[in-house]
Nanobody, 115 residues
Framework: VQLVESGGGLVQPGGSLRLSCAASGFTFSSYAMSWYRQAPGKERELVAAIGSAGGSTFYADSVKGRFTIPRDNVKNTAFLQMNSLKPEDTAVYFC?????????WGQGTQVTVSS
């Protein structure tokens, strides 16, 4: 299993970023995908999740209305569209897939929201 995140960077408050998670090594369309984030000194937290077919989604209260989590089951890629970014969104963002009891993580991508 390999998950490769990209798309992070430095953005001003109120700006947008689109993160990508390219997946390989498993049947992507069969599994839910999640995005987590970890800010310095804080625990990793679940940000958003999407069902295998894309029909069901979950968002943390802190990002509801600002983030969306689309997926492309043809390109084996999950996305995190982040709008109206705030300084408190600054963190390393990780994508995750759980296959039974086995969870797999990407290497993470840094998002910094600052003026």
């Amino acid at each position: 299993v390999q998950l490769v995140e990209s798309g992070g960077g430095l953005v001003q408050p109120g700006g947008s970023l689109r993160l990508s998670c390219a997946a390989s090594g498993f049947t992507f369309s069969s599994y839910a995908m999640s995005w987590y984030r970890q800010a310095p000194g804080k625990e990793r937290e679940l940000v958003a999740a999407i069902g295998s077919a894309g029909g069901s989604t979950f968002y943390a209260d802190s990002v509801k209305g600002r983030f969306t989590i689309p997926r492309d089951n043809v390109k084996n890629t999950a996305f995190l569209q982040m709008n109206s970014l705030k300084p408190e969104d600054t963190a390393v963002y990780f994508c995750n897939v759980k296959r039974g009891l086995i969870g797999s993580w990407g290497q993470g991508t840094q998002v910094t929201v600052s003026s």
